[in-house]
């Protein structure tokens, strides 16, 4: 299974569930990375919750602090 718009990520393994949602391996098609893919569930505070996170790690690879 491929997730994405454009499938750019192929399903290798699930990783858990939590409240928000369910976390799945998934390996990059077009660098050919692993990354992990969270999958959050259709309801609206968890999306904006969802949201708030995604900003989160995105400042901090801004900042080199994740990869």
Do not use: P, Q, W
Request: aromatic share 4%; net charge positive; proline share 0%.
């Amino acid at each position: 299974m491929c997730l994405g718009s454009d499938n750019r990520y192929e399903v290798v393994s699930h990783l858990g569930d939590g409240t928000f949602g369910r976390a799945l391996k998934c390996r990059d098609k077009k660098t050919g990375d692993d990354v992990a893919v969270k999958i959050v569930r259709a309801v609206s505070r968890y999306a904006e919750s969802a949201k708030i996170e995604a900003n989160i790690l995105r400042d901090l690879k801004s900042k080199g602090g994740c990869s």
